[in-house]
């Protein structure tokens, strides 16, 4: 289990992370986003012992994870960082950079966890080329089969879909997902700590997901009551497309009754429904998502509303009627 305890790091006049303490359990997956400069980079390099903290402490199951300050080679032996810029030594193939984190194994085992890792991260087509002849999802899955060829107990991933296309994503993003999944048999389970600016990808495999802002911890829950319950405007954003408005400007919609009229509600898209019983709007945009259409309606003269619709009978222009139920409005504190 990987603690951090008040985790501090001031860069000259930048706070880059303040107060942070969370807690990861083996073979668990958390996803932390925020803003860029939210000081997310930082507190990985923290956890990994790479930088040294001004205050707090991290602790491996329940030894001290030292910063670089306090030992010769930096780095615990049992926690990787996969850089968001890979890091990849450029001179020697994808193999043998993978090779390169077993070099401390007997030759015949080696060869065999390399082929095995090769596999895993389907690289084994290109394992002669040299990173610059792969394309930016294999530089990042040789990154990962690196970091995790000597099944470390804690794996720490910076952005690791931000540089890639769909189907890339959905392979790291499952590779990931299964190896947290199976006991590795080395240092017994991993577990993984994804940085990430956008939480789409994140929000289906994390177990919790934590909001970072100004190098604040500002919330951490499971995906699923972070992104339904935000406390803020800020984390609701971070968590997916929203509309954040005044109850006072939404009388139409008949939503609860709040105590205080600047309450902000929180409504997600797709808690927005085209209803003929609802309130009466008119669509000022209309764009093809592919699977669905999104709408933006104009209720008021201070209120336009983003949903989602699968119907394509729709015009800018059009008046609808929408509705939102009673139990989806979130209200969040002005
Ligand atoms: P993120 O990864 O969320 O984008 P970072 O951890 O990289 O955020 O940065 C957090 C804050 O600390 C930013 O304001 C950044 O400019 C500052 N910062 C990061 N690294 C350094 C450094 N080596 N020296 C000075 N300031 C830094
Ligand atoms: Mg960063």
Same mark, same amino acid.
């Given at each position: 289990m990987l603690t951090a305890t008040k985790l501090t790091k001031t860069y000259r006049d930048v706070?880059?992370?303040?107060h942070v303490s969370l807690s990861l359990e083996p073979g668990r997956i958390m996803a932390l986003v925020g803003a860029s400069g939210s000081g997310k980079s930082t507190l990985l390099n923290l956890l990994a012992g790479l930088a040294d903290a001004d205050a707090g402490e991290v602790r491996l199951n329940n030894e001290r994870v030292v910063?670089?300050?306090?030992?010769?080679?930096?780095?615990?032996?049992n926690i990787r960082l996969v850089h968001q810029e890979y890091?990849?030594?450029?001179?020697?193939s994808v193999r043998e950079n993978i090779k390169y984190a077993l070099r401390f194994f007997e030759k015949s085992y080696r060869e065999y966890r390399v082929d095995q890792l090769l596999k895993l991260c389907r690289l084994t087509d290109v394992q002669?080329?040299?990173?610059?002849?792969?394309s930016g999802g294999e530089k990042q899955r040789t990154a990962i089969a690196r970091a995790i060829a000597d099944k470390p107990a804690i794996l720490l991933l910076d952005?690791?879909?931000?540089? @890639?296309?769909l189907p890339n994503r959905l392979i790291v993003r499952d590779l990931l997902f299964d190896m947290v999944r199976q006991?590795?048999?080395?240092?017994?389970q991993t577990s993984c700590i994804i940085v990430t600016h956008d939480a789409t990808d994140a929000l289906s495999i994390a177990d919790s997901l934590g909001i970072m802002r100004d190098g604040k911890l500002i919330q951490i829950g499971s995906p699923v009551d972070v992104y339904r319950r935000p406390t803020t405007a800020y984390a609701a954003r971070m968590t997916g497309p929203v509309n954040i408005l005044k109850?006072?400007?939404?009388?139409?919609?008949?939503l609860p009754d709040t105590n205080n009229p600047n309450e902000l509600v929180c409504l997600r898209p797709e808690q927005i429904h085209l209803d003929e019983t609802g309130a009466t709007g008119t669509i000022r945009a209309l764009f093809f998502k592919g699977s669905h259409y999104e709408l933006e309606v104009e @209720?008021?003269?201070?209120v336009c509303l983003r949903l989602l619709t699968t119907r394509s009978d729709m015009q800018v222009g059009q008046q609808v009627r929408i509705r939102v139920a009673a139990e989806s409005a979130w209200y969040l504190k002005p």
């Open positions: 706070q880059a992370v303040r910063g670089p300050s306090e030992v010769l080679v930096p780095g615990h032996a890091q990849l030594m450029p001179n020697v002669d080329r040299i990173p610059r002849q792969v952005e690791p879909f931000s540089h @890639l296309d006991d590795n048999g080395g240092s017994g109850a006072k400007h939404l009388p139409t919609l008949h @209720l008021s003269r201070y």
